[in-house]
């Protein structure tokens, strides 16, 4: 876990006592809250130890996750990304950028706190789009980049179906085909 250290001094009498002790270790954003506690055990104590607790309280730079209300985008709907931030201190409001500039179209690309919305998706908005937060410790980020898809096709199939012809040596012969056309339902995920 960690180094634990003491010092013992002791008055020219030798009636008093007095020991300190320290404890160093290297604290991450998961001791956050821990309680740390020291007790002291003595015989003048009459069997009652004496118990100090401390609450530990880290500070540390944010955590960024971005998360699409649409996994499968296709033009012309709309897509929510909303950056998920925590830190200590808590950070402040985010920053959305898209291929590490700003967002190209203000009228369709709204920023509303951590929540970026995008409505009327075309190709023009494929991209790679950056969530960054930062608080007094430092600053984090992550990306998310988006692919909009093509919209669900109906692609027409055409059959050609010869017809039978009989024909006789003496008369003149003449060919018929007929096509038929018919609607076929083709996703192109």
Same mark, same amino acid.
């Given at each position: 876990?960690s180094d634990?250290?003491?010092?013992?001094?002791?008055?020219?009498?030798?009636?008093?006592?007095?020991?300190?002790?320290?404890?160093?270790?290297?604290?991450?954003?998961?001791?956050?809250?821990?309680?740390?506690?020291?007790?002291?055990?003595?015989?003048?104590?009459?069997?009652?130890?004496?118990?100090?607790?401390?609450?530990?309280?880290?500070?540390?730079?944010?955590?960024?996750?971005?998360?699409?209300?649409?996994?499968?985008?296709?033009?012309?709907?709309?897509?929510?990304?909303?950056?998920?931030?925590?830190?200590?201190?808590?950070?402040?409001?985010?920053l959305w950028?898209?291929?590490?500039?700003?967002?190209?179209?203000?009228?369709?690309?709204?920023?509303?706190?951590?929540?970026?919305?995008?409505?009327?998706?075309?190709?023009?908005?494929?991209?790679?789009?950056?969530?960054?937060?930062?608080?007094?410790?430092?600053?984090?980020?992550?990306?998310?980049?988006?692919?909009?898809?093509? %919209?669900?096709? /109906?692609?027409?199939? !055409? +059959?050609?179906?010869?017809?039978?012809? =009989? *024909?006789? %040596?003496?008369? /003149?012969?003449?060919? !018929? +085909?007929?096509?038929?056309?018919?609607? =076929? *339902?083709?996703?192109t995920r």
């Open positions: 876990l634990v250290k003491y010092v013992k001094e002791e008055d020219a009498n030798r009636k008093t006592f007095t020991v300190s002790s320290t404890l160093d270790f290297l604290a991450d954003r998961n001791d956050d809250g821990a309680v740390v506690s020291c007790r002291v055990d003595h015989e003048s104590l009459n069997s009652t130890p004496q118990i100090a607790m401390q609450v530990l309280e880290i500070h540390y730079t944010p955590l960024v996750k971005i998360i699409s209300s649409n996994s499968w985008p296709e033009e012309g709907q709309s897509i929510i990304l909303t950056c998920e931030s925590k830190g200590k201190p808590v950070p402040e409001p985010v950028t898209k291929d590490g500039g700003e967002l190209p179209d203000p009228e369709r690309m709204v920023v509303n706190g951590r929540v970026l919305s995008i409505s009327f998706l075309n190709k023009t908005d494929n991209g790679t789009y950056r969530c960054e937060a930062k608080n007094p410790i430092g600053r984090n980020s992550t990306e998310y980049v988006l692919i909009v898809h093509d %919209v669900f096709n /109906t692609l027409l199939s !055409t +059959t050609v179906i010869p017809s039978l012809t =009989t *024909a006789t %040596v003496t008369t /003149t012969v003449a060919l !018929t +085909t007929s096509t038929t056309t018919s609607s =076929t *339902a083709i996703s």
